[in-house]
């Protein structure tokens, strides 16, 4: 596009985004430089500044611009509870439920030994650590329900048994508000063993 | 996600580029900053540098760091032809056919009153300065051929008319290697009228 340096190499950075295509960033990068510098400015100083001021939870992991999140330091919350999820995405999930009051682990990733992802890069030493401490009952596993997510799950279990910790999963099941008609097979033969 | 202002701020800059909404940016951002903070800030840097050198060409409009662009002070090029396409993209596959050695004029957009983009916004008024100038014997119509683009080239060739230039337009007709079977019938419809 065009015969500048700047232009290329802007393109090149916006392909390194995941999801975005050579197509994309070209489209971006003309939208940006035609109709929208302001924006451009922001996003080169907003990452700058993340990069520079955001960092882990000592002890959950999690994004956080301190020492240790809010999460973590809130002492009304239960800390004899332990969720343990993928990312802070997952975790702001559960927590738009309203109804965990515990404290997370948050794995940052899941083990993916197809990606090189191991139990070192999702902290699971950590982790280990971090169940051992006193006061805490009860993990909860709360990795997604895939493939990657399930064994992921199961490697934690299989690493916290010996600490005589509760340790327990998510329930599979129906969705709520869906019809039985609609719903994969597999969820419901999952939903029928899991049955209450 | 999480506690982080600066990460809020970074998935609202994010979501500022075309095509990316809070879902996307969200993913982004944590692909970013947990495994790859050296692509954010190569993009930092990349944004920061484009919007800082990156302007228009003072002949043709297209995007250079220079005041005139590599094309339009290529002297060995043919000065009597000017193509009018709508964005970077367009003259770049344009060029890419290596068959047209005349100059461009790119338009940076297209005529749509629906977003408020008038004559102004694509520089019709130096267009016609430019037309006007000595040794130019024909100006290519190459906006795309969509209503927008279509009507963009009738207001240029109603603009061009009283200059006594050649003004053309690409032909419309069946794609290349296309089997007619499987073209839409406008198109065959517009072959139709302008054979050959
Ligand atoms: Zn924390
Ligand atoms: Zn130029």
Redesign the pocket.
Known sequence: MADTHALATLVQALKGLPGVGVKSASRMAFHLLQHDRATAMQLAQALSHAVAHVRH??????F?EAD??D???DASRDHSQLCVVETPADQSAVERTGTYRG??F?LMGKLSPLDGIGPHDIGLAKLRQRASEEGLREVILATNFTAEGEATAHVIAEMLKSLGLRVTRLARGVPAGSELEYVDLGTIAHALVDRR
Do not use: G, P, S
């Not at 939870?57 to 999690?62: I, P, S, V, Y």
């Open positions: 939870c000592e002890r959950c992991h999690t956080t240790i999140c999460t973590c330091a404290l997370y948050v």
